[in-house]
């Protein structure tokens, strides 16, 4: 079984290679490989591991902006899903009122 920390690995990775990710309107993952640099192995990888993909691919879509209360319930089960740390900020529109904290999701060292 993959562990979160490896797939985070092998996502940013993939990433930083200019491979993309996306989910289609059903939720189903979409890899976009521009330059067809991606081995059938690598490919054979990524659909074992789709299921995690397709969380971080999520995750990724909900950081780094504002958050309704629903979607900031699934940011946080998916970051935990995904072993994920993040720092998190709540703003009370009416009051003004700011909360920091952080959710350390990190997986232990192995």
């Not at 990724?60 to 998190?88: F, H, I, K």
Request: charged residues 35%; contains cysteine.
């Amino acid at each position: 079984m993959t562990r979160p920390k490896h797939i985070r690995y092998f996502y940013n990775h993939l990433k930083a290679v200019g491979i993309r990710f996306e989910l289609d309107g059903a939720g189903a993952l979409v890899v976009r490989d521009p330059d067809k640099r991606l081995s059938p192995l690598t490919k054979e990888e990524i659909i074992k591991r789709r299921g995690l993909l397709v969380k971080l691919v999520e995750l990724d879509g909900l950081l780094n902006r504002p958050l309704l209360a629903d979607e900031s319930a699934r940011c946080r089960q998916l970051a935990q899903e995904c072993g994920v740390s993040m720092d998190w900020e709540r703003i009370d529109l009416n009051t003004h009122e700011v909360q920091r904290g952080r959710l350390n999701h990190m997986e232990e060292s192995a």
